[in-house]
């Protein structure tokens, strides 16, 4: 079983930053690729950042130069830094990891985490 905790979001005023960590844990060989996702209120989920194992990243439009996404194998936890927040950035931040599970049977895994807000706010 894999289990993905997201924390460090909260509440914060525009322009200010925030760094979300994503701490993976349980039965993990490997994990390929972490990534960040969010989801305003009325609106769609949508890809915010993505980072593979050998450090190639993806960002959305709305978010290049502003956040970075980074990743400490040892730890299996990825973050991203979010920096010139803006209210549009408000959202449930949801991260996600795939990989290989570890034990007798090795099987792929994909995972969402519970999903933390981000509120950006004067």
């Known amino acids: 079983q894999v289990q993905l905790l997201e924390s460090g979001g909260g509440l914060v005023q525009p322009g200010g930053s925030l760094r979300l960590s994503c701490a993976a844990s349980g039965s993990i060989f490997s994990i390929n690729t972490m990534g960040w996702y969010r989801q305003a209120p009325g609106k769609e989920r949508e890809l915010v950042a993505q980072?593979?194992?050998?450090?190639?990243?993806n960002y959305a439009d709305s978010v290049k130069g502003r956040f970075t996404i980074s990743r400490d194998n040892a730890r299996n936890t990825s973050y991203l830094q979010m920096n010139s927040l803006k209210p549009e950035d408000t959202a449930i931040y949801y991260c996600t990891a795939d990989g290989i599970i570890s034990g007798t049977r090795a099987a792929p895994f994909g995972r969402w985490g519970q999903g933390i807000q981000v509120t950006v706010s004067s």
């Open positions: 980072i593979t194992r050998d450090d190639r990243t």
